[in-house]
């Protein structure tokens, strides 16, 4: 008999393991798509950004070219900005962890 309680014991050690499994899969999931949206946002924001300024001085006649220039340089800007940030935080773990 107490084998058998042993046996259902670890039996349910086994599943609650992979739930927990399962659980953090599905976290690692949704982290990915929030970082995505986020890269989504940033782009979005960006383009307005962009949109904004060119539109403020100007009622008429935009030079859609000059602005999706603008739009990708603004872009290219914000993606070395946030490596940069990343750099600069994998330098402090790497400082902190030697």
């Not at 399962?22 to 924001?45: F, I, P």
């Not at 060119?54 to 859609?64: A, I, L, N, P, S």
């Amino acid at each position: 008999q107490n084998e058998k309680e042993l046996q259902d014991v670890v039996k349910q050690q086994e599943e609650k393991m992979l739930q927990l499994i399962d659980k953090s899969g599905e976290v690692t999931r949704l982290k990915a798509e929030v970082s995505q949206l986020k890269r989504s946002l940033q782009h979005a924001e960006t383009e307005a950004r962009v949109l904004w300024e060119e539109m403020r001085g100007k009622e008429h006649q935009v030079d859609t070219a000059y602005v999706q220039e603008r739009v990708m340089l603004r872009r290219e800007v914000d993606k070395l900005r946030l490596l940069l940030v990343e750099k600069e935080d994998e330098n402090l773990r790497l400082t902190d962890k030697y």
